[in-house]
């Protein structure tokens, strides 16, 4: 997939979350209707979405500093204790939603004025060590798939 592709899949992110939550029960929204392995609960629909924003507001964060120092460390964090935080298991997702739709075309477009030199700028991760724009885009661009792929196993696993 080349770079314009995923910009597209990125930027289409937002609807594409809105249209699977649009009409759920605060129920279907906070109910954890999916077990990991071990037993533990997985993220609702809600601490997805809430975790959605979250994450791509740091990760946008970490690329404008890539875009503007040289070799800058990101900000690590526990993204289960974030998703365990009260505002992150309510019902209410409007704000991410709201969150995700402007961030992520603000985040598109800022892609799209990138030059060839600009993907290839590095930063450090304090756990993953060195890393180029261009393979850090491609993980969210990939997480934000990844998440969606989590709401339809747990909107798939209500009725089980």
């Given at each position: ?39 533990s609960p997985e993220w609702t629909v809600a601490q997805n979405v809430h975790h959605l924003a979250d994450a ?69 991760h304090p756990v993953g060590g060195a890393f180029i724009l261009e393979d850090q885009f491609n993980a969210y ?20």
């Open positions: 997939m080349k770079n314009a592709d995923r910009i597209e899949t990125l930027r289409s992110l937002p609807a594409k979350v809105e249209a699977l939550v649009t009409g759920l029960t605060a129920a279907d929204l906070t109910t954890h209707f999916l077990l990991k392995a071990d037993g791509h507001m740091n990760s946008y964060i970490g690329f404008k500093l890539l875009l503007s120092e040289e070799q800058p460390t990101l900000l690590a964090y526990d993204e289960n204790a974030w998703a365990r935080q009260p505002e992150s298991m309510t019902a209410d997702i409007s704000g991410a939603l709201a969150i995700l739709k402007h961030l992520h075309e603000r985040w598109a477009s800022l892609f799209e004025t990138l030059n060839a030199a600009d993907w290839q700028r590095i930063g450090v661009v990939q997480h934000g798939e990844d998440h969606l792929d989590q709401i339809k196993r747990t909107l798939a696993a209500r009725g089980q």
